[in-house]
Nanobody, 129 residues
Framework: HVQLVESGGGSVQAGGSLRLSCVAS????????MAWFRQRPGKEREDVAT???????CYGDSAKGRFTASQDDAANTIYLQMNNLRPEDTAVYYC????????????????????????WGQGTQVTVS
């Protein structure tokens, strides 16, 4: 079974930075579409970034200009570099995956808000004060 483990969360002051990691195991990384989500207190889950695996990343509105998602195929890991953090970024951040045999083709993955990402990590808490 595919397992996802997030890490890197914590408490920071406004304007600070954090780097989140998500390690995938149990499946061929090249056959996984990967995405970042977050859930703020009392709010619905929202998409943060979709990594399409071909050097293209699609960001949600809240992430544009401040967050950068990336991947390291050799380490089966995706990252989320978060800069200029704001109190409203306080949330549990999740990585998610879906199995797709053509994940490394240009059109092989769907956007995070498609509802198709069905494999989830446990989440990591980010608190900005």
């Amino acid at each position: 079974h595919v397992q996802l483990v997030e890490s890197g969360g914590g408490s920071v002051q406004a304007g600070g930075s954090l780097r989140l990691s998500c390690v995938a195991s149990g499946y061929t990384f090249g056959n996984l579409c990967m995405a970042w989500f977050r859930q703020r207190p009392g709010k619905e889950r929202e998409d943060v970034a979709t990594l399409y695996g071909m050097g293209y990343t699609c960001y949600g509105d809240s992430a544009k200009g401040r967050f950068t998602a990336s991947q390291d195929d050799a380490a089966n890991t995706i990252y989320l570099q978060m800069n200029n953090l704001r109190p409203e970024d306080t949330a549990v951040y999740y990585c998610a995956a879906k199995i797709a045999a053509n994940a490394r083709s240009l059109a092989g993955c769907t956007k995070a808000d498609s509802g198709e990402y069905n494999i989830w990590g446990q989440g990591t808490q980010v608190t900005v004060s």
